[in-house]
């Protein structure tokens, strides 16, 4: 079954623009992950934010996770147009793996 | 590092044939995954091994077989193909629990 569901499922921006996906899910879970995938390429993993976290950085990138709202959002600050692809969330219940991933949200970001 | 392989790249079966994908990993992780991505569905898994000689079924097994002989290699077999197979099909690894996948680049798979 489908964990984790993206929202909005595309999203179009101009470069420097700010992106912001969220991810929602239905049961409790161990982390949760983002991942991004270009368009015929494999996914690359961005940031894994456990459930006793609130807030994590990477560079350009924020995530948030509200376990009381099983939620998380992905925040991509001052957007490139190398930041074009699809952006996943996937949910690992267990710790132990075994990824559900929601269906992806598409980015388009305009030089 | 080459990371994690996949081969083929493409491969067209017509139904009722039989093949593998092959899915390498040089990075001594013992965590393996299978997985298919199909339009607007996301990915699904299929089947994942937490090391050498030790399987599991994942969410959508039917139809596909798994074995786990070495640490490096996890191949996934289609022992009669169906058109329903028709899929991308993507391999990942990690290194323990907890832990951020690597994936492989892919293989497109169509039957007819």
């Known amino acids: 079954s489908q964990q984790g569901e993206e929202d909005p499922q595309a999203l179009s921006i101009q470069e420097g623009e700010n992106a912001t996906m969220n991810c929602s899910y239905k049961?409790?879970?161990?982390?949760l992950q983002w991942y991004r995938q270009n368009s015929g390429r494999g996914l690359v993993h961005l940031i894994l934010i456990r459930s006793n976290e609130r807030e994590k950085h990477s560079g350009r990138l924020r995530v948030t996770l509200d376990t009381s709202k099983k939620s998380s959002s992905l925040l991509i600050t001052a957007s490139r147009a190398a930041d074009t692809a699809s952006y996943f969330c996937?949910?690992?219940?267990?710790?132990?793996?075994?990824?559900?991933f929601g269906k992806g949200n598409q980015v388009v970001v305009i030089p | 590092n080459a990371g994690v392989t996949q081969t083929p790249k493409f491969q067209v079966l017509k139904t009722g044939q039989s093949m593998t994908l092959q899915c390498a990993q040089d990075m001594n992780h013992e965590y393996m995954s299978w997985y298919r991505q199909d339009p607007g569905m996301g990915l699904r898994l299929i089947h994942y091994?937490?090391?050498?000689?030790?399987?599991d079924q994942g969410e959508v097994p039917n139809g596909y077989n798994v074995s786990r002989s070495t640490t490096e290699d996890f191949p996934l077999r289609l022992l009669s193909a169906a058109p329903s197979q028709t899929s991308v099909y993507f391999c990942a690894s990690s290194r323990d629990r907890n832990y951020e996948q690597y994936f492989g680049p892919g293989t497109r798979l169509t039957v007819t």
């Open positions: 049961t409790s879970i161990n982390n």
């Open positions: 091994s937490v090391g050498a000689g030790i399987t």
């Open positions: 996937a949910t690992d219940a267990l710790g132990n793996n075994r990824l559900a």
